[in-house]
């Protein structure tokens, strides 16, 4: 059923005027890639501005991945080439940061692996909750030998601390549910049979409050704790640049060579193989 | 024994030079609003200039209410004309900054709702600590269609990251003992039985500290965690502002038809009542 | 074995060219003072500088001690006569904040008392891991009418929050391996069987990475989450000042009747006894 380019699509449904879901379904791994940013970032800007609009909630139809990787088969040239957007920051930092400025709650409810991009679409929501059993977190990039692009080390010490967002970042390795409540990457944990029922009357808690109540007090939250958008900027200059040089390169066709882009073990334990690729 | 005006008041007792034990007995659910202020603010004046008081622990006297919400009941009149403080911040806010400069550490026992200005009275001071069975923390503003005045959305972030604080202000939910310190809310939580014994020998070795020890590292702390006055101003603006708007007033008018400012389910589950009231 | 002033030393083994070790063998206490300073510096020069290090793991030799208090036999103009180091600032702030911005992972491996000194290198370091039953952390200086002058008041409030940074600087006392966690003093507590094993993985691990892309990601981590100098330097000068106030000349010479800087209990539980000083 997941085979067909047609189904492969980030899906929104107006649950009420209130309250949207957006599902990722882009089978069988949910990798996020160039191809696949007009699409959040139409999302994005319906989000910013629907007048009614109070809480999102993003999930996936994928079992096993919520969000993962980005897209390494892509050419380069398309990723380079995406024209910045409205804040002048480049395409995924952009929609990252007005989805973080929006005036609507958004949250995120991980089961299966947010890694890469899948962590810093998290970590740019306003609320992540994980299943206990089947989320993983990750920024796995510096075991590749690249730099995170999509705004991790900004956020990441904001929300734990410089030492833990420095062993999520510099270890590269899975993080797992119970670990990221400890750790705060994600708000709770919750058994994956409870995730859902949680996040589900907690966005409908919020879809019953008044919209303007909340853009205001978000409004003030953002002004002491979102970092500057020059903070951003640099991630992502950093993470193309990265992606150029041999080691990236070397590493990544190491990571192929094991199965990485294709179901299996790497895409599944990426934490476990990018620390066997040899110094 | 809480019927008359003239036993509701803000106690101060000197234990020693160096520790005083200020406790809220505003019977029957030491709700606080813009007649408490003078009292309050003489307090926190005394604890400002006091030269030997090193510590000074705030705890209640009424079962079941640390402090709770401000005074709906009170005229808008009484609060918007109060005369700004020191600061230049409006009453509430600029008790509460001079509160976390003074040189004297302040310590909360909570014990029973810290809702509303009873959280916002405890994230202003040094350090919490909550009874883990009768400790219920929350800034349930939002569900009344209100913005929080008293410094939360300045505060909530730089304690818990800014996704438990969205979640905390947004949710406007009612927040347990055990869950309050899994976020950082507080400090500890103690079995309740264990509270009073913990914050008293706290508060007794602190007192047996040298003064200017405890100042200079304090206001060190202070440069490295308190947010600017400008960003605690907006704040009690917007809650006055909020307050006059006809969603609030449609809100409050249900809460109190449910029983608000009542002893009674609406006061002790003030979270669940919220998200009762329709979108 | 411990005896002789030839065998006490801060040890660095070279495990590869990318892993380096320092091991502090200071016995019997691991007491640091101003004796210490110049080869510390020398080793946090060689860790800068290395142009293939990427990980570097702090230890202790000594039973019972990471790395404790300062030494309070040495002569006060042995402190207050080093020349101040490249950064401009003194001596111990500015090696400590060399360490946190070299290019390199610096890990702290923490069994025993990492107390003063010891704390403020561990925060100093990028990651700290303790053992669960033989870890104790404190900033113990204020027990002692001390400021503490390494960097722990701008460091400790950016990791745990100002609340329990405040408890953790005014209360003084010795925090156990599971507070420290909870309280995200160190990253993780580990049962001490288990501790090397983990820091040895995570070490090999980075080691086997990408230097540039390590220190790039770091680099970016630092922007978002290390305090400026001109945070760090007033530290070390309200440190020296207290040092030479009759209230901490009074408590450390009480400590030093109790038997401070021999082996014996005020060492191994430097936090009871500084409560026990008087008023």
Same mark, same amino acid.
């Given at each position: 059923m997941y085979d067909s380019e047609e189904t492969k699509q980030i899906r929104l449904e107006r649950r009420s005027p209130f309250h949207w879901r957006v599902t990722f379904d882009l089978p069988p791994l949910n990798i996020f890639g160039p191809a696949n940013m007009p699409q959040l970032n139409a999302i994005v800007a319906a989000i910013e501005t629907d007048a009614r609009l109070k809480v999102v909630v993003f999930d996936s139809a994928v079992e096993g991945f919520f969000l993962t990787h980005y897209d390494f088969l892509a050419k380069p040239e398309d990723s380079s080439s995406l024209p910045p957007g409205p804040t002048g920051l480049q395409q995924l930092p952009d929609l990252l940061v007005r989805l973080s400025r929006a005036p609507v709650v958004s949250i995120t409810s991980i089961r299966g692996r947010a890694t890469g991009v899948g962590s810093e679409l998290a970590l740019a929501s306003d609320m992540r909750f994980a299943s206990r059993e089947k989320a993983i977190l990750s920024q796995w990039e510096v075991g590749a030998a690249l730099v995170p692009g999509g705004g991790p080390m900004a956020r990441l010490p904001r929300l734990m601390g410089r030492g833990r967002a420095l062993e999520v970042l510099l270890g590269a390795d899975d993080i797992d549910g119970d670990l990221a409540e400890r750790y705060g990457y994600v708000n709770r944990s919750f058994p994956d049979a409870e995730l859902d029922a949680f996040v589900d009357a907690l966005a409908e808690r919020i879809a019953s409050f008044d919209k303007k109540a909340i853009a205001e007090t978000k409004r003030l939250v953002n002004v002491a704790s979102l970092p500057a958008d020059s903070e951003i900027a640099p991630e992502w200059d950093a993470f193309i640049a990265s992606l150029a040089r041999p080691a990236a390169q070397e590493r990544i066709k /190491? /990571?192929?060579?094991?199965?990485? @882009?294709?179901?299996?073990? !790497?895409?599944?334990? /990426?934490?476990? @193989? !990018?620390?066997?690729l040899g110094g």
């Open positions: /190491l /990571l192929m060579e094991r199965g990485f @882009h294709k179901p299996g073990d !790497v895409e599944t334990r /990426l934490g476990y @193989h !990018v620390g066997q």
